[in-house]
Each structure stands twice: as structure tokens, then as C-alpha cells.
């Protein structure tokens, strides 16, 4: 186990990456899986908050906004729907469950925009672009 905030240098020292939001797992991948897709937004502004000298590899992804919540009395629902941008009804009061991509079952992902049945608007179109 290497736990670090560096996405760049597990790269080069995990085969898989675990992503964690307030001690509860949402991603969890082999890390070329992961590096070529964050399938749960916190994954993603994670990914895009990492610095790059290249203008071309600059992301468009807007900053998370608000404060994180406090993690000893987390919200309802998945933990980060105060923060999310694709956030609906069902995130507020359910918590998805851990299931590996259709594409590949060996990157699993807790969001309801990845799980056909949550109730979600836009359930099982991953996040978008």
C-alpha cells in the first residue's frame, strides 16, 4: 500500500489506484485504466487539478466548488454530491454501490451516473464530457 496525493508519482509506483472521498472508496482501477478514464467526477477533478507544463494537456474541468463537509457527520447519499456537478434527487439520499465498468469489469466505480437502475436522469451514461 503507498498512499500519497501525487497522482504522478503512483503512477509510476502502483498497478492499481484506489480514489477514496471522505473514507468511503468511489474509484478503483489498474492504473493505465484509470489514467486513460476517471469514470466518477472526483476522480476526474482530481486528475485535473494535477499540474502540466504542456498547454495541451490542460484540462477544461471547472474547480470543485464549495468546502468539503465535515467527515465526521458526512452527508446522506454519496458523500460527494454536496460538491458534484451531476449530482440529482437520487445522489442526496442513496449511496452507490461499488460496480465495475460495463467496459471493463476490472475498473469499478461508486456513482449512479454509471448504474443503469439508480434513478439517476442521466444513469448509465458514465459522466460526461
Known amino acids: 500500500i503507498f498512499i500519497s496525493h501525487d497522482l504522478n508519482v503512483v503512477r509510476y509506483i502502483s498497478d492499481r489506484i484506489l480514489v477514496m472521498y471522505l473514507g468511503e472508496v468511489v474509484e478503483v482501477a489498474p492504473v493505465g485504466s484509470i489514467w486513460a478514464e476517471q469514470a466518477h467526477p472526483y476522480t476526474r477533478s482530481l486528475f485535473s487539478a494535477m499540474p502540466s507544463m504542456d498547454p495541451d494537456n ?21 458523500r460527494f454530491h454536496t460538491r458534484c456537478r451531476f ?14 465498468l460495463a467496459a471493463n469489469a476490472k ?15 442521466k444513469a448509465g451514461q458514465g459522466v460526461p464530457a
Do not use: Q
Request: hydrophobic share 25%; net charge positive; glycine share 8%.
Open 58 to 78: 490542460r484540462t477544461k474541468e471547472p474547480p470543485l466548488a464549495g468546502d468539503p463537509p465535515n467527515p465526521i457527520n458526512p452527508p446522506k447519499g454519496c
Open 87 to 100: 449530482a440529482s434527487d437520487v445522489c442526496k439520499t442513496n449511496a452507490p454501490k461499488l460496480a465495475g
Open 107 to 121: 475498473h469499478m466505480v461508486a456513482c449512479h451516473l454509471h448504474d443503469a437502475s439508480s434513478g439517476h436522469p
